[in-house]
């Protein structure tokens, strides 16, 4: 075993407790022969001369030399007996070199590093740059030999060839400063001072020996990292790829439905106007219940109000009816009941095709005259005004034949005294105690106010503003129509219908509250007498009345396009959407 000319710097102990190692003699390199000794020797003098802190290679001092492959021990002491000759050369003639650049101290107020007397260290150490080149693969070789031969070992193998690059890099910058150029400076380094580095400062020359050891020293270290172990993972630093382990327990808390799906959103319910089917029957229902409470606080407040003397007094004196002129007709005549069903079969096809035309978004079918193939209506349109039409036809032939056979005197206003009875006949139908009547003789002042309405003031009202809305009212009269605007025809025809709605219900229930039959045999059958009770029995009215509702309810039912079209068609052109 090779032994070294001088001692090794000892450093830490290897134990807890025990002493500084290497031991205080020798300190051999096991596993490097002698020739590869006098090299290890020769850089670990420059290290000592220089100053420098160099780290012993733990492998190679401890490792024994049958530990390494026979080809790594021959080519590491090949490549020692090489470098040292080479550092022996170097150092001889080096031997007049400057004194190396001094830097910033080590400890703080200690003197600038290295010391002023370290010429010989820097002579060394340009010896060792020379020499550097041929030394380079064999390093390489030496670092990769013994990393693979010894896995086991610890990081240290790779710190050995890094200090030594380090001291001859070191040691070839300041052999090589004499001809570079004039550095560039930058602060003082003590306070006060001149910049450094001083003025006459040169930059190195190139260092192609020193960087290929500096080249070699990470290929060594690259080579020792990847032969040593890596440690195990700390468990939770790194995320978990690929499917979850099943849990080592049973699952007693589960995530839900709604965890990994989402609900769809309901549908929007449809809706009929503003509101929905549903909302449209708790309306009806609340509404309902409101009116019927409403009514029967009415009952009892006029019935408590009559009880009064003011007001018994009063409906004394006018006791809902007054005497009709004389020459007035008695009974009512077949005509007056054909006109009357001829009048309830329009109506009520024409508020149903009326709520059509209001209400639809598309239509199905559409109408246009022969004469004018531009104009298009809908077909519900279409049969709408034809309606209209007919029912204006049978009111103007109803009106005439009130007025010739005197039958007008029964609905039209002949005294004053009409609106305090109309005022006693109401307090009365509130009051459900009923007031005396026979249509046959004469109807009481409310129902004529009423017979009057409808006739003379609603019925006109809904021609009127109708025609203005229709196709026939002429189109380039504009004086005419800002007279009388389309939108005020508009906004007084809805309104009208209403009117039309409500009277048939409150006809239609008084009719069956007050005498079902009497009333039915007086509007249909034509039949009565002066004493209300007479045909109290007779079911004549009542079976044509239910005739005239199937009649209606056929026509109702046969109102469709179908049926429409070809009829349509007659007196113009139909065509689908």
């Known amino acids: 075993m090779a032994t070294y000319g001088q ?45 420098a802190q160099t780290s012993t290679p733990a492998a190679l001092v401890e490792a024994p030399e049958s530990s390494l492959p026979v080809a790594a021990t021959e080519s590491v ?74 896995p086991s070992v610890d990081s240290t193998v790779a710190e050995a060839p890094i200090a030594a690059s380090s001291v001859l890099a070191g040691a070839s910058a300041d052999a090589a400063d004499e001809a570079g150029a004039t550095l560039r400076r930058g602060l003082p380094r003590e306070v006060g001072g001149q910049p450094w580095p001083p003025a006459d400062a040169h930059v190195p020359a190139p260092r192609p020996a020193s960087s290929d050891v500096a080249d070699a020293v990470p290929v060594a270290a ?39 799906t989402r609900p769809e959103p309901k549908s929007e319910p449809a809706r009929i106007g503003p509101f929905t089917r549903g909302q449209w029957a708790g309306a009806v229902v609340v509404g309902g219940l409101g009116l019927l409470f409403a009514a029967a606080m009415a009952v009892f407040a006029v019935r408590w109000l009559i009880t009064i003397e003011p007001f018994a007094s009063f409906i004394a004196t006018y006791p809902g009816e007054y005497h009709l002129p004389e020459g007035a007709p008695v009974g009512l005549p077949a005509w007056l009941g054909w006109q009357h069903f001829f009048n309830v079969f329009l109506m009520v096809l024409i508020i149903r095709s ?143 219908m209403l009117y039309f709605v409500f009277f048939i219900f409150v006809h239609v229930v008084l009719v069956f509250a007050t005498g079902a039959l009497r009333n039915l045999n007086h509007m249909y059958a034509a039949q009565g007498s002066v004493d209300p009770d007479a045909y109290a029995m007779n079911w004549t009215g009542f079976w044509i009345f239910s005739l005239s509702l199937v009649v209606i309810a056929g026509a109702v039912a046969a109102a469709r396009p179908l049926v429409l079209a070809p009829i349509a068609r007659l007196f113009g052109t139909v065509v689908a959407r």
């Open 7 to 51: 001692t090794l710097r000892r450093g830490l102990p290897r134990v807890a407790g025990g002493e500084a190692w290497p031991a205080a003699g020798d300190a051999p390199v096991a596993g490097v022969g002698s020739a590869g000794a006098g090299a290890t020797a020769a850089v670990l003098g420059v290290a000592e001369a220089t100053g």
């Open 77 to 150: 002491a090949g490549a020692g007996t090489d470098s040292a000759g080479a550092v022996a050369a170097g150092a001889g003639a080096a031997s007049a070199a400057r004194t190396l650049r001094r830097g910033l101290p080590r400890v703080a107020g200690g003197e600038p590093w290295p010391p002023a007397d370290a010429t010989a260290a820097a002579g060394a150490g340009a010896a060792v740059a020379s020499a550097a080149g041929s030394a380079t693969l064999e390093n390489a070789q030496i670092a990769g030999s013994a990393s693979s031969a010894a």
């Open 222 to 260: 690259a080579a020792a990292a990847a032969s040593t172990p890596s440690a195990p993972a700390v468990p939770g630093t790194a995320l978990a790829t690929g499917p979850r382990e099943a849990l080592p327990f049973t699952r007693t808390v589960w995530e839900g439905r709604y965890a990994r």
């Open 354 to 496: 009326g709520w059509q035309v209001r209400t639809e978004k598309r239509p199905s079918a559409f109408w246009s005259p022969k004469t004018n193939n531009r104009r298009k209506i809908s077909l519900n349109l279409w049969f709408h005004q034809s309606l209209d039409i007919l029912w204006v036809v049978n009111g103007a032939i109803f009106v005439v034949l009130l007025f010739v056979t005197g039958q007008w005197m029964r609905i039209v206003p002949t005294s004053w005294e009409v609106f305090p009875n109309a005022i006693s006949a109401a307090l009365q139908y509130v009051s459900l105690d009923w007031p005396t009547e026979n249509g046959w003789v004469n109807y009481n002042s409310l129902q004529q106010l009423a017979y009057f309405t409808t006739v003379f003031i609603a019925a006109p009202l809904a021609v009127i503003t109708g025609v203005r809305m229709s196709g026939i009212w002429p189109k380039d009269a504009k004086a005419l129509n800002k007279a009388y605007p389309v939108e005020w025809a508009r906004a007084v025809h809805f309104p009208v």
